[in-house]
């Protein structure tokens, strides 16, 4: 994994509560996120609802994602909305430290 996402992975196990298997890429990392969103929505809905809230995603993605038919679908989805969130948060932050460095010099 590159430094990007191994950031997204470390973001994603901690707020999601994921342990054990250590995902070698990021499609492995969606996958176990999907399922342990999937376990969320049958006994935790309204935790689920806060790290989307906590992680900020976007309101308007998150309904139109929960307009899908299975709970399967539902939870794949999430879970790619999340990794990509967390990837463009991961980008804004690298651009940030590079600008802030140049500035420095």
């Known amino acids: 994994m590159d430094k990007s996402s191994g950031e997204v992975y470390d973001i994603v196990t901690r707020n999601f509560e994921i342990e054990g298997d250590k995902a070698s890429d990021l499609e492995?990392?969606?996958f176990l996120l999907a399922s342990r969103i999937r376990e969320?929505?049958?006994?935790?809905?309204?935790?689920?609802?806060?790290i989307m809230y906590r992680i900020d995603l976007n309101p308007k993605v998150v309904d139109s994602?929960?307009?899908?038919?299975?709970?399967?679908?539902?939870?794949l989805k999430l879970a790619e909305?999340?990794?990509?969130?967390?990837?463009?948060?991961?980008?804004?932050?690298?651009l940030y430290r590079k600008s802030k460095n140049e500035n420095e010099k």
Do not use: P, Y
């Open 28 to 30: 492995a990392l969606k």
């Open 81 to 94: 909305a999340v990794i990509e969130r967390q990837l463009q948060k991961a980008k804004t932050r690298e």
């Open 40 to 50: 969320m929505l049958e006994k935790n809905v309204e935790k689920l609802v806060s």
């Open 65 to 75: 994602i929960f307009e899908n038919a299975s709970k399967d679908e539902i939870a």
